[in-house]
């Protein structure tokens, strides 16, 4: 040290290293593997490069007026879809939520909530929908039952974990009163989750509507229907004109949301 | 919070009358706004169908099981593809999206007027559109396959990290800036001794979620032709193979339930 230079060095990331080493050497053979697996025809992404230039400029420009009618039922539908699949998943994720918080339900009941939770998560509404319309047939009622059963997924986890936080103490306080089950979840539970509550629906309102866009490809209903039927009939100017639609309402819904939100805060 | 008198006793009541009044009106408007709405929805459903629903449902549990097991085999392949769509888009859209929420993030971008809106405008956009929709135009551009997935799910990340990102940006303390600044740093060694040390942890589990998230989306982007479990799922479907539909659901949910184990392991080490 007395004749050399001393010079800082950053601390590395991660202290062992051995486990620095093997984490390179596990990424870089799956990266490889990655590589070696997926086949990509260079030739269709060539010949795909000016079909896709023609594809976008197809899109050009937005045909608002033709279709106009059909985009806006769309949207309309979109919409009554979102509020009632909003309110209905609520409703039915209130009791999930209690149930799925480990302070409030017994054994039991936890692990079952727990369990509805992770399936409705697990499958993208997508999916979800693709089953609902061959069950009840095409139509935003399908989408509807949709958006209401993943909304359970998102909802009931995140409010049960806002339940699970709740101060012990208030809610005690209301139970020394006395008070019923319910009484003690009316007065105890529920004033310290609110605010919680309030935002995620909004949240929540925000993320159907966007979800809404993309049900209706498989046939449930709403704005995703007039796009892909405009993507069907090879009328790219009105599917540009009906995704340019979906993206300024889901700005406004998202900045009026997020905003709502802060205020509630 | 009022006491009511009545003539003998008192009562508690949680809110005063104009209060109550208010709430009632709330619920009032809400449930005369639900009833409109899901008017509207019923007269555009067929209720037939709708009541006859569960027979239809059992019909369909019926034919889906037994789940024809040795399906699963021709799955890996599919499953690998997936798994990749999901780390390869995740690993490229926070990549992209990093130097957009430098760009956004008020404390650190270098034009506020010109730069910052267009940032800003990137990642909202991308946040707007569904990756299903990006896979759809991209399907078109690039072909069917592995690639339009990753690219998809890609673009789509880039909204999510980016948004969250910059939020994290615009947090940091601002005095750790100041001592590296200090020491007579350049800008690039601020950025890279005083601020991306702090952002690291929040940047890392941001790109876990991320990738969890985007697990769940690979599985559908194949229903447009993508790549991924959802080709498998759309064909089988296509052919009405329930008992193999079936099995894939179920790969499906132990994908997810894998990925949310492995990413609940990385957020613990983390934090």
Redesign the interface.
């Given at each position: 040290m007395n004749d050399k230079k001393v010079i800082w060095k950053?601390k590395p990331?991660i202290k062992n290293r051995l486990l620095r080493i093997g984490l390179i050497l596990i990424i870089s053979t799956?990266l490889l593997s990655?590589f070696l697996?997926?086949?990509?025809?260079w030739q269709?992404?060539l010949?795909?490069?000016p079909?896709?230039k023609n594809?976008?400029f197809a899109f050009f420009p937005p045909d608002f007026i033709t279709r106009s009618d059909e985009i806006l039922a769309g949207v309309?539908?979109s919409?009554?879809?979102t509020?009632?699949a909003t309110?209905v998943g609520i409703l039915i994720s209130i009791p999930v939520s209690l149930g799925a918080a480990k302070n409030i339900a017994p054994k039991f009941v936890y692990f079952l909530s727990r369990g509805v939770i992770?399936?409705s998560?697990?499958?993208?509404e997508?999916?979800l929908a693709?089953?609902f319309v061959?069950?009840?047939?095409f139509?935003?009622?399908a989408g509807?039952v949709t958006l209401s059963l993943s909304t359970i997924g998102f909802f009931a986890k995140l409010l049960s974990e806002d339940i699970e936080d709740i101060n012990k103490s208030q809610a005690e306080a209301i139970k020394s009163t006395g008070s019923s089950w319910f009484q003690w979840v009316n007065?105890g539970v529920q004033p310290q989750v609110m605010p919680r509550f309030i935002g995620l629906s909004l949240y929540r309102l925000d993320i159907n509507f966007?979800?809404s866009?993309?049900i209706g490809?498989?046939g449930g209903?709403g704005i995703g229907s007039t796009?892909n039927t405009a993507?069907d009939r090879y009328e790219f100017e009105t599917a540009a004109a009906v995704?340019i639609v979906?993206?300024s309402i889901?700005?406004i819904v998202?900045y009026t949301s997020s905003h709502l939100r802060k205020l509630i805060k | 919070m009022p006491i009511i008198k009545q003539k003998d006793y008192k009562t508690w009541k949680k809110f005063d009358r104009k209060r109550d009044l208010q709430n009632w009106l709330c619920w009032f408007l809400g449930t005369l706004i639900f009833s409109f709405c899901f008017g509207l929805i019923s007269s555009k459903t067929i209720w037939f169908y709708v009541f006859d629903s569960h027979n239809e449902a059992l019909d369909l549990l019926g034919r889906m099981f037994p789940p024809e097991t040795n399906y699963f085999f021709t799955l890996i392949k599919p499953i690998w593809d997936t798994l990749n769509i999901a780390t390869i888009g995740t690993t490229i859209g926070t990549l992209i999206a990093i130097p957009l929420a430098f760009l956004s993030a008020n404390n650190t971008t270098p034009s506020k007027k010109f730069l910052r809106p267009l940032a800003l405008f990137c990642i909202v956009s991308s946040r707007s559109i569904n990756s299903v929709i990006w896979a759809l135009l991209l399907v078109a551009v690039v072909g069917p396959g592995v690639l339009a997935g990753i690219i998809a799910i890609g673009l789509r990340s880039i909204g999510f990290c980016g948004k969250l990102l910059y939020e994290a940006i615009e947090e940091i303390d601002e005095n750790q800036i100041e001592a590296i600044e200090a020491t007579g740093a350049n800008k690039a060694q601020i950025m890279t001794f005083g601020i991306v040390p702090q952002i690291l942890p929040a940047f890392t589990s941001i790109s876990v979620y991320r990738w969890d998230i985007n697990i769940r989306e690979a599985t559908v982007v194949g229903l447009v032709g993508a790549g991924g479990i959802g080709i498998e799922l759309d064909a089988q479907i296509g052919d009405l193979a329930w008992a193999k539909v079936s099995v894939i659901l179920l790969a499906i949910v132990v994908a997810v339930v894998f990925s949310e184990w492995i990413t609940a392991k990385i957020r613990k080490a983390i934090i």
């Amino acid at each position: 040290m007395n004749d050399k230079k001393v010079i800082w060095k950053r601390k590395p990331l991660i202290k062992n290293r051995l486990l620095r080493i093997g984490l390179i050497l596990i990424i870089s053979t799956y990266l490889l593997s990655v590589f070696l697996t997926t086949e990509i025809d260079w030739q269709r992404i060539l010949e795909g490069i000016p079909r896709g230039k023609n594809f976008i400029f197809a899109f050009f420009p937005p045909d608002f007026i033709t279709r106009s009618d059909e985009i806006l039922a769309g949207v309309f539908e979109s919409l009554w879809m979102t509020i009632v699949a909003t309110i209905v998943g609520i409703l039915i994720s209130i009791p999930v939520s209690l149930g799925a918080a480990k302070n409030i339900a017994p054994k039991f009941v936890y692990f079952l909530s727990r369990g509805v939770i992770t399936l409705s998560r697990s499958f993208q509404e997508v999916i979800l929908a693709i089953f609902f319309v061959k069950l009840m047939g095409f139509g935003p009622f399908a989408g509807m039952v949709t958006l209401s059963l993943s909304t359970i997924g998102f909802f009931a986890k995140l409010l049960s974990e806002d339940i699970e936080d709740i101060n012990k103490s208030q809610a005690e306080a209301i139970k020394s009163t006395g008070s019923s089950w319910f009484q003690w979840v009316n007065y105890g539970v529920q004033p310290q989750v609110m605010p919680r509550f309030i935002g995620l629906s909004l949240y929540r309102l925000d993320i159907n509507f966007r979800e809404s866009a993309v049900i209706g490809i498989v046939g449930g209903g709403g704005i995703g229907s007039t796009l892909n039927t405009a993507f069907d009939r090879y009328e790219f100017e009105t599917a540009a004109a009906v995704l340019i639609v979906i993206i300024s309402i889901v700005m406004i819904v998202e900045y009026t949301s997020s905003h709502l939100r802060k205020l509630i805060k | 919070m009022p006491i009511i008198k009545q003539k003998d006793y008192k009562t508690w009541k949680k809110f005063d009358r104009k209060r109550d009044l208010q709430n009632w009106l709330c619920w009032f408007l809400g449930t005369l706004i639900f009833s409109f709405c899901f008017g509207l929805i019923s007269s555009k459903t067929i209720w037939f169908y709708v009541f006859d629903s569960h027979n239809e449902a059992l019909d369909l549990l019926g034919r889906m099981f037994p789940p024809e097991t040795n399906y699963f085999f021709t799955l890996i392949k599919p499953i690998w593809d997936t798994l990749n769509i999901a780390t390869i888009g995740t690993t490229i859209g926070t990549l992209i999206a990093i130097p957009l929420a430098f760009l956004s993030a008020n404390n650190t971008t270098p034009s506020k007027k010109f730069l910052r809106p267009l940032a800003l405008f990137c990642i909202v956009s991308s946040r707007s559109i569904n990756s299903v929709i990006w896979a759809l135009l991209l399907v078109a551009v690039v072909g069917p396959g592995v690639l339009a997935g990753i690219i998809a799910i890609g673009l789509r990340s880039i909204g999510f990290c980016g948004k969250l990102l910059y939020e994290a940006i615009e947090e940091i303390d601002e005095n750790q800036i100041e001592a590296i600044e200090a020491t007579g740093a350049n800008k690039a060694q601020i950025m890279t001794f005083g601020i991306v040390p702090q952002i690291l942890p929040a940047f890392t589990s941001i790109s876990v979620y991320r990738w969890d998230i985007n697990i769940r989306e690979a599985t559908v982007v194949g229903l447009v032709g993508a790549g991924g479990i959802g080709i498998e799922l759309d064909a089988q479907i296509g052919d009405l193979a329930w008992a193999k539909v079936s099995v894939i659901l179920l790969a499906i949910v132990v994908a997810v339930v894998f990925s949310e184990w492995i990413t609940a392991k990385i957020r613990k080490a983390i934090i």
